[in-house]
């Protein structure tokens, strides 16, 4: 089915429909848990998304003998990465993409010194971990080669690995930063998850002191909560959230999901709960899509992306200012041609593309 969805930090939408109508499979694909058939999932970079699932207490059912406190500074011990992430199978690389990584790419190097050009082919074994921002404002990644005694200091455009077959990795890395910037915030101290966990409606000798398989379903569901929100996640989604929270609890939910300053997707059959929090509601009804309320931009999105002001920039949970790039008009089959012609003529002339000259260039395969 030909579904189109899109979530913001203003999002607040809950997604309603009967059982096997679609509704997880939808929120696994935005999530990254499995993989579309057709078509793209897009997230960006730096965003950190939170996930509370359907069956909440697999979250934490195999840590029942930690307390809450202890359950989450081991979960986040990594310098802030998040080990409850899945192992998805979005990041796991096809045949075609292991094969692509094991063939020896022609790649440009420029010597820092002479600036002389010179086109070796290489093969990159591995992702280092490391991400810069070049000189077009697009990102490079840490690389390690096959035969290659250096370790790392060695980077590559984005684009190049996405033709070498590393996209999934960058992926990985994107995710990685994200999250480890969520601790920058507050460090992982006993007190302040102490903290936290009192913010999220656990008493400290509860959060503290008490094993987790000595709570109740709704304490639980707390814990559950809390340690989705620990890394300052800029999106929400929540998986029937209202299941085995009391009428008390659920109002501090949908007090807290009110202040929240990031964006939350729901499925919950609680009508009374999502109606009075969500504007935006999309109807899943045997695989198809029906949108209600604020969503009215997807009747007419090309003529709104037109006419709305485009964000110039954003700011992460760090407080970090990053620009955000335009998307770019698409060109009409006789600019397309125009625009190859003046490529391939600076091609031939030795000159220098510029960034969006680059990009088409790689897109066309004319490099």
Sequence with gaps: FDISVQVSLSSRVACVGENGAGKSTMIKLLVGEIEPQEGTVWKHPNARIAYVAQHAFHHIENHLTKTPNEYIRWRYANQGEDKESLVKVSMQFSDEELKLQKTPFEIQLVDEESGKISKVKKVVVELVGGRKTNKSKEYEYEVKYANSSVDSGEYLPQKTLKKMGWEKAMKAVDLKIAQRSGLYVRPLSTKNVEKHLEDCGLDREFGTHYRMSALSGGQKVKVVLAAAMWNQPHILILDEPTNYLDRE???????????????????????????????????????????????????????????????????????????????????????????????????????????????????????
């Design 249 to 367: 609890a659920l109002g501090a939910l949908a007090g807290a999901i009110e202040d929240f300053d990031g964006g939350v997707v729901m499925i919950t059959h609680n009508n009374e709960f999502c109606s009075k929090l969500c504007p935006e509601t999309w109807v899943m009804d045997a695989g198809h899509l029906e949108t209600k309320g604020d969503a009215d931009w997807m009747l007419k999105q090309d003529t709104k992306i037109e006419e709305s002001q485009q964000i110039t920039e954003v700011t992460d949970a760090a407080g970090n200012v990053s620009k955000v790039k335009q998307a770019k008009k698409k060109l009409s089959k006789k600019e397309e041609k125009q625009l190859i012609k003046k490529i391939k003529s600076k091609l031939k002339e030795g000159l220098d593309l510029d960034s969006e000259e680059e990009e088409f260039a790689f897109e066309k395969e004319l490099i």
